[in-house]
Each structure stands twice: as C-alpha cells, then as structure tokens.
C-alpha cells in the first residue's frame, strides 16, 4: 500500500523555524519526483517546492526560495522540508505528494500520484 506521511507542523514565532518530513512507504521515494505543497484558508493549493533526479535536481517557489530547502534521505525513504525564517503568509496545511511516472509540470497538482493528509504549519506571535 503505497502512503505518505507529513509530520513536523507546529506553531512558531515569525522568523523561526521548522523541518517537516514526508515519510514514504510502498515506493522508493529516490525513484520518484517528490513535491510540497501548501493551502491556506480560503486559497487553492499552490506548489511550494519539488526534488528529483536523486535529489540533484530542485525547485522553489519565488516566495519561499532563499528560506526553504527540499532534501531526501534515502536510507529512511523521506523528503524534508526545512523552513526557516518564517513569516505569517506562510501559515497553511503542507502536502506531500509523489510521481512515480514522468513529470512534465511539477508545479501541477495533476502530475502527481500520492499525497499525504497534511500537515498544519501556523507561524504568528
């Protein structure tokens, strides 16, 4: 049964930090392109970052680029998220997603296959 699980959401203060994880089972995330996502109330769900090409190919969103990183370890099978110098607009529940065939648009919701149940990230002081 293939699954993913988001864990690390939090409350933080502006300018703090969190990692979250995205653990992956029944498929071998280093095979895959992995993506984050994010929705905050009232909004779609937008593209936050993706990995692929074992880790050797990244991307962010203008928002979060320069604050966030994408990273996989591949002996755990999970992708994190470290995120850092965190601001309010950033509060919203994070998904994981997968795709395990080819990828044309990362930033597409429809490119990807698996998705995990979120994770609520909420930054406010």
């Known amino acids: 049964q293939v699954q993913l699980v988001e864990s690390g959401g939090g409350l933080v203060q502006p300018g703090g930090s969190l990692r979250l994880s995205c653990a992956a089972s029944?498929?071998?995330?280093?095979?895959?392109?992995v993506g984050w996502f994010r929705q905050a109330p009232g909004k779609e769900r937008e593209g936050v970052s993706s990995?692929?090409?074992?880790?050797?190919?990244?991307i962010y969103a203008d928002s979060v680029k320069g604050r966030f990183t994408i990273s996989q370890d591949n002996a755990k099978n999970t992708v994190y998220l470290q995120m850092n110098s965190l601001k309010p607009e950033d509060t919203a529940i994070y998904y994981c997603?997968?795709?395990?065939?080819?990828?044309?648009?990362?930033?597409?919701?429809?490119?990807?296959?698996?998705w995990g149940q979120g994770t609520q990230v909420t930054v406010s002081s």
């Open positions: 997603a997968a795709s395990d065939s080819l990828v044309r648009d990362p930033w597409a919701e429809d490119s990807y296959d698996y």
């Open positions: 029944g498929f071998i995330v280093d095979d895959d392109v």
């Open positions: 990995i692929c090409c074992s880790g050797g190919t990244t």
